[in-house]
């Protein structure tokens, strides 16, 4: 099993421009998640998914969208890139909601100029 | 407010110098705590779960533990492959959402 991939590793964006971080596992898991990772802080959540179809907001939100059409996939979508979501950005997988282990990807360094 | 607070930001030993991480938290209900290491340019990877004060998990050289106000990772003559940072999450109440800490910077020196 590959676990959970993430690409690109590394992206450089300027300010106003679109660009789809991509996520995938080969677990089978149902619930998906994409974080994001800043110095000093801890993971935040941004997005979230229950099954294929379903989708939630998490902590912070605003400037991303995410959708769910398999179980496997889970792209994050930047609409109008600012230098404020400069990070990187990790996927997680898990087999439930409740507590059991995630599995993260290799995660994506952003630079927002 | 849920907050998740890890001392020291960044902790450095020489290579069999015991020491201990620490994870402070204040959430309403805890449901579990977690514990991840990160290595640089890495996702984070699972390491323990607790469920309860009082409990313990041990792998290899790590020790978490559990009390009601706090967990530790103590960590007994550590090796310099032991240099990661370490993070610790909590869930709590009907929330299934993880509270991460911002991490312990761990450095081994040989």
């Known amino acids: 099993n590959a676990g959970v991939t993430q690409t690109p590793k590394f992206q450089v964006l300027k300010t106003g421009q679109s660009m789809t971080l991509q996520c995938a596992q080969d677990m089978n898991h149902e619930y998906m998640s994409w974080y994001r990772q800043d110095p000093g802080m801890g993971l935040r959540l941004i997005h979230y998914?229950?099954?294929?179809?379903?989708?939630d907001q998490g902590e912070v939100p605003n400037g991303y969208n995410v959708s769910r059409s398999t179980t496997e996939d889970f792209p994050l979508r930047l609409l109008s890139a600012a230098p404020s979501q400069t990070s990187v950005y990790f996927c997680a997988s898990t087999d439930g909601t409740g507590l059991e282990t995630q599995y993260f990807g290799p995660g994506t360094r952003l630079l927002v100029l | 407010e849920d907050q998740v607070t890890q001392s020291p930001e960044a902790l450095r030993l020489q290579e069999g110098e015991s020491s201990s991480l620490n994870c402070s938290y204040t959430v309403s209900g805890l449901r579990g705590l977690f514990w991840y290491r990160q290595d640089p340019g890495k996702g984070p990877e699972f390491l323990f779960t607790?469920?309860?004060?009082?409990e313990e998990k041990e792998k290899e050289r790590l020790k978490a533990t559990l009390t009601k106000k706090e967990s530790f990772l103590h960590i007994t003559a550590p090796k310099p492959e032991d240099s990661a940072t370490y993070l610790c999450?909590?869930?709590?109440?009907?929330?299934?959402?993880?509270?991460w800490g911002a991490g312990t910077k761990l450095i081994i020196k040989p």
């Open positions: 998914s229950v099954g294929a179809g379903i989708t």
């Open positions: 999450a909590v869930q709590a109440g009907s929330n299934y959402q993880l509270i």
């Open positions: 607790l469920y309860s004060a009082g």
